[in-house]
């Protein structure tokens, strides 16, 4: 018991005490310190820029761009040209000008030709492929195949697609629920849907 006691302080102690870095500059030069005054390194950086929403700092040394936490943990080298901030778990960069989008490791999550990308939460991505919208896993499969004019998440765990002007959902899973054919769609409380074509209402249940 005095085990278990032992080990819980251990790790609240660990967490209330974890240090952050904050920037500060001096001259020309960018450092990151601790509350502690300790530095994250002792080289000087050539800038840095805090997101603090996403829990990290993209810094520039030299020519090359890279990816700290905030507790100081080095996510991405400086060996990109450029990078993108998405949401707290995905990033584009940019490498050789040939841009990819990846998690805040540096992992590739989608290289392919694309012209617009966007995180819905720490799981998921849009990503606009030859004009048209889809929805990738964080390992870089496709939930929702890029075949919408737009693509928007509910927060009631489905997706709403538009398709030449008609709408549709899809599930979570990427499993179609109601073809992309409707004037109209409305969620109902308890999870069904009301759909409207050609001027006449229809209904059916979350699983379509």
Not at 4 to 16: G, K
Not at 80 to 102: C, Y
Not at 103 to 132: M, P, T
Request: net charge negative; charged share 25%.
């Amino acid at each position: 018991m005095r085990l278990f006691w032992f080990l819980l302080f251990s790790i609240l102690f660990t967490d209330l005490t974890a240090q952050v870095y904050f920037p500060v500059k001096k001259g020309a030069d960018w450092f990151l310190v601790n509350e502690e005054g300790s530095f994250w390194e002792k080289d000087s950086l050539d800038a840095v820029h805090l997101y603090d929403s996403f829990g990290y700092f993209i810094f520039q040394k030299a020519d090359k761009v890279g990816l700290i936490s905030r507790d100081g943990e080095l996510l991405i080298p400086a060996n990109k040209t450029d990078i993108r901030p998405l949401n707290e778990a995905f990033v584009e960069f940019s490498e050789n000008s040939e841009w990819s989008v990846g998690d805040i490791e540096g992992n590739v999550i989608y290289k392919d030709d694309y012209q617009a990308v966007s995180a819905i939460d720490s799981d998921r991505i849009k990503v606009k492929v030859n004009n048209k919208w889809g929805c990738l896993d964080k390992f870089g499969g496709f939930i929702v195949r890029p075949d919408y004019d737009l693509i928007d998440w509910d927060k009631d765990g489905f997706y709403i697609v538009q398709q030449n002007s008609k709408l549709g959902v899809i599930s979570e899973a990427g499993k179609e629920i109601l073809q992309a054919d409707y004037d109209e769609i409305i969620f109902l409380v308890d999870n069904g849907f009301a759909f409207r074509k050609d001027g006449l209402w229809g209904f059916c249940n979350a699983s379509g």
